[in-house]
């Protein structure tokens, strides 16, 4: 778990924020226990949902935490960043707001567009120039920073993003203006420093991003570490790995979304013991619900958007819909079922948590349909309003037409068919990351995690053909789990814009810079040389494409581009020119995530765990079903998904 040596009273915590719940994941090395538990979540101020939790553990343990942290994300969504400036080249004040021009919506007569983090009046510009080779075109007036400190100052910005042309080949001018910046006291990204890459838009966007949310984050980190004061505190990042608070304060944008980053490594970590290299994972939470495609390694991207603002940092390859246990049931104007995106979160929450709540719920309707023992919630330290519940479902009917189905009332009807229209929505998301992909469902296993994922793991498993599903006895708490198996891992570009015949010995030269900053940084984090693995890639197009694949940097690069390309977009070129664009380089210091044993995992004999049989509506009407519990029987499960 740790690169240093273990003792006695040495405890690891995995820490994930959820909209609706806050989970908790506490290994022992005293006796190897694991130990988990929710509580329900802060929105108004996450920490105190932390605090809370970690207040339960004995104060005389050393603590090593592992974070994942929704702060970053809540301040883009919510526009709470801090107060922004952009600092450009001399005519390119307008790149946010231009953008790429596209259309989210191609047929939307009057499409929403985002504003930008920065408005228009705190874009500010710097004569300078270099061109493409790096080459002073237009030396840098640097009297012209006086004025920008002045307007600064006055609108009393907090941030600064440093973003010229061309800076990611020459960064001279760029580095003088941030640096002046940071002699002031601002907190300045500079493109340069965390994106040298090419494409001025998507480099831009990324550096405002990480500028708009440090400064909440590096807050949000000050206060947890200094009331939790703990041994090790690291945060997960969006690629699926951790990195030290120190490295995360001022790389926000790296941990935008790290909660279902969590989710996608502990959900690997569990199917690798269990012998499923090929998964399809499914997180289904209070607020929304996570997919990816695990084949045999976890599947990274670089085109991420959060909020409407494109950022290229490596993110694990997940797609999210706004259907969750909390997502509200509403009637829309022609007067249908409608489910999601709002979400009831954690206050009021559902109904059926007696918070307040008023309008029904995905976790309402399982409550409804006895899917949900009011007695046996959160292992029965939370009673559940079924009343409640149901009286919610009566007033939704009476803004609907309902033609009960046999068997059942028009109450267990409507919750029947919200559950269906929040599977049909998640079903189109397995659909996008594996059928839409080229992949074939049918030759994976899902593996179903978060609070509500059990309860519409086998019925999304039917509709796409998928053979298997597979439950950890952590389902509800897997992303935090994650966060404890998650190795220290770093990853580097550098845009270079090579030819294709050029030599894989003079690319590798172009990634040495590369190297030496990721050893340096994998030693700051405690990494021993023995634990590091260092991975080169590059990304490569054929000329005049516009976008390019990422192959392993060997001496059969081509040929790995030319079998990607194919399998990617069921074609190939091989004699065609290509370009290499940009030299990658990720560093990884492996870590060892707690071991998951018998002991911890319980028996494998259910029959000790069986509680009661009770009704519940099911597509064939009312059945009864027999129920047990996890607590007594906490060994992973694997189903094999029945036809009907």
């Not at 996450?46 to 603590?63: I, K, N, T």
């Not at 960064?171 to 420093?193: C, D, N, Q």
């Not at 839409?436 to 609070?451: A, C, I, K, N, Q």
């Amino acid at each position: 778990m740790s690169t240093s040596g273990q003792t006695s009273q040495n405890v690891w915590v995995g820490v994930d924020i959820g909209g609706t719940f806050t989970d908790f994941v506490i290994y022992s090395s005293s006796d190897q226990s694991l130990q988990r538990f929710k509580i329900l979540s802060t929105p108004a101020d996450p920490a105190e949902a932390v605090l809370q939790g970690l207040s339960q553990l004995p104060q005389h343990l050393s603590r090593h935490i592992v974070h994942g942290s929704t702060v970053a994300t809540n301040a883009i969504l919510e526009r709470k960043g801090a107060r922004t400036a952009l600092i450009t080249t001399e005519g390119f004040r307008d790149l946010l707001q231009i953008g790429r021009q596209d259309r989210p919506a191609l047929y939307e007569l009057f499409p929403t567009i985002p504003d930008p983090l920065v408005p228009r009046e705190w874009c500010l510009e710097m004569r300078e120039r270099m061109d493409v080779q790096g080459n002073v075109v237009i030396p840098l007036e640097r009297q012209g920073i006086e004025s920008i400190l002045e307007i600064l100052r006055r609108n009393a910005i907090r941030s600064v993003a440093v973003s010229f042309l061309f800076s990611f080949v020459n960064p001279e001018h760029e580095r003088w203006v941030t640096e002046r910046l940071r002699e002031e006291g601002f907190f300045v990204t500079a493109s340069s420093e965390l994106l040298p890459e090419f494409r001025e838009y998507e480099r831009t966007s990324t550096t405002v991003v990480n500028a708009y949310v440090s400064p909440v984050l590096d807050n949000y980190l000050e206060r947890l570490e200094r009331e939790m004061n703990p041994a090790e505190f690291h945060i997960l990042q969006s690629n699926g790995g951790r990195i030290s608070v120190a490295q995360a304060r001022g790389h926000g944008v790296r941990s935008i979304l790290s909660g279902p980053a969590g989710g996608v490594v502990g959900a690997q970590y569990l199917a690798a013991m269990a012998g499923f290299p090929r998964i399809l994972t499914f997180d289904m939470g209070g607020t929304s619900t996570d997919v990816a495609l695990v084949n045999d390694e976890i599947q990274v991207t670089t085109e991420a958007e959060v909020g409407g603002c494109p950022i290229r940092v490596p993110v694990i390859d997940i797609h999210t819909v706004g259907s969750g246990g909390g997502s509200l049931a509403t009637v829309d104007a022609g007067g249908n079922l409608r489910v999601g995106p709002q979400s009831a979160g954690a206050d009021p929450g559902p109904v059926c948590y007696g918070r307040g709540g008023t309008i029904p719920t995905v976790t309402d309707a399982h409550v409804v349909l006895g899917r949900l023992p009011a007695d046996g919630f959160l292992g029965g330290r939370m009673k559940l309003d079924v009343a409640a519940a149901q009286q919610a479902f009566d007033t939704l009917g009476k803004q609907i037409a309902v033609s009960p189905l046999p068997g059942l009332n028009e109450r267990q009807t409507l919750a029947l068919g919200l559950i269906q229209i929040a599977n049909a929505h998640m079903e189109r998301a397995l659909r996008v990351i594996s059928v839409e992909r080229g992949e074939d469902p049918r030759e994976t296993v899902l593996v179903s995690f978060g609070g509500a994922g059990g309860l519409h793991a086998c019925a999304l498993a039917r509709a796409l053909g998928v053979p298997s599903v597979l439950v950890s006895p952590m389902a509800a708490t897997l992303s935090a789990m994650g966060m404890l198996a998650a190795d220290v891992q770093l990853d580097y570009v550098q845009t270079v814009m090579l030819p294709g015949d050029t030599p894989c010995e003079i690319i590798e030269q172009h990634t040495q810079e590369l190297i030496s900053r990721g050893e340096a940084d994998l030693l700051r984090e405690g990494i021993a040389s023995e634990q590091a693995v260092l991975t080169r890639s590059v990304d490569v197009r054929y000329v005049g494409q516009s976008f390019d694949l990422e192959v392993p940097l060997t001496p059969q690069f081509r040929k790995e581009f030319d079998r990607l390309h194919q399998e990617r977009y069921g074609y190939c070129q091989p004699d065609a020119d290509i370009e290499i664009v940009n030299v990658r380089l990720r560093a990884i210091g492996h870590v060892t995530p707690p071991p998951i044993s018998a002991r911890s995992l319980g028996s494998a004999d259910s029959s000790s765990a069986k509680w009661e049989e009770r009704p519940v509506v099911t597509g064939k009407g009312m059945q009864h079903v027999p129920h047990y519990r996890r607590t007594n029987c906490d060994r992973a499960m694997k189903f094999q998904v029945r036809r009907f």
